[in-house]
């Protein structure tokens, strides 16, 4: 499998609210990119873990993740660069 990541630290949502810890990470399948699973450790994590269900329960892929328009600055942001990393590269790290 694929692995995207991308701390919070590089987040300008997190940064500003003064909770730059922790990360997301998504796993995707090598050959398909489908979304396999994600680890989200950080500020509003309970809220973010939504996109990730959204996007496993219709089998979305990384590059479909990445591709969506995330509103700036927010910290789903972080998402959409763990997904850009998972299938190219992030462009904000």
């Known amino acids: 499998y694929n692995v995207g990541t991308f701390p919070f630290q590089a987040n300008s949502r997190a940064r500003a609210n003064g909770s730059s810890e922790g990360f997301v990470k998504i796993?995707?399948?090598k050959e398909t990119d489908r979304m396999l699973g994600s680890h989200i450790i950080g500020p509003n994590a309970?809220?973010?873990?939504?996109?990730?269900?959204?996007?496993?329960?219709?089998?979305?892929?990384?590059e479909d993740i990445a591709r969506t328009?995330?509103?700036?600055?927010?910290?789903?942001?972080?998402?959409?660069?763990?997904?850009?990393?998972?299938y190219d590269?992030?462009?904000?790290f």
């Not at 939504?50 to 892929?61: H, K, P």
């Not at 328009?69 to 998972?86: G, R, V, Y």
């Not at 590269?89 to 904000?92: A, D």
């Open 27 to 29: 796993l995707s399948e």
């Open 46 to 62: 309970g809220e973010m873990i939504a996109e990730a269900v959204l996007a496993i329960e219709y089998g979305a892929s990384s």
């Open 69 to 86: 328009c995330h509103a700036h600055p927010t910290l789903s942001e972080a998402f959409k660069e763990a997904a850009m990393d998972a």
């Open 89 to 92: 590269k992030p462009i904000h």
